[in-house]
Nanobody, 121 residues
Framework: QVQLVESGGGLVHPGGSLRLSCAASGSIFSIADMGWYRQAPGKQRELVAIITIGGRTNYADSVKGRFTISRDNAKNTVYLQINSLKPEDTAVYYC???????????????WGQGTQVTVSS
């Protein structure tokens, strides 16, 4: 079994900041990419940011310069620092990991349960 558990969501005012965390646990051999996605009401889930095991990052254009993704490979944890929040950032944020449970197994996608981020005055 593999679990991804997010934390750090909440209600913030426009311009505020949050730090999301996601810890992967269970039977894990290795984790390749880790990332954050979000889904706003009535919209499709979209990529926010992704980070490779080597630390290479990629961001959605809408969050560049405001969001920073990082990871601690020793802890199987990925973080998302969110600054200068806007009302349009309101969404459920999901953690994603592309990982292998065993040395000889294929990589598969795993998702967290989501954490709500609400930006409102």
């Amino acid at each position: 079994q593999v679990q991804l558990v997010e934390s750090g969501g909440g209600l913030v005012h426009p311009g505020g900041s949050l730090r999301l965390s996601c810890a992967a646990s269970g039977s894990i051999f290795s984790i390749a990419d880790m990332g954050w996605y979000r889904q706003a009401p009535g919209k499709q889930r979209e990529l926010v940011a992704i980070i490779t095991i080597g630390g290479r990052t990629n961001y959605a254009d809408s969050v560049k310069g405001r969001f920073t993704i990082s990871r601690d490979n020793a802890k199987n944890t990925v973080y998302l620092q969110i600054n200068s929040l806007k009302p349009e950032d309101t969404a459920v944020y999901y953690c994603h990991a592309d990982l292998k449970r065993l040395a000889w197994s294929r990589r598969n996608d795993y998702w967290g349960q989501g954490t709500q981020v609400t930006v409102s005055s």
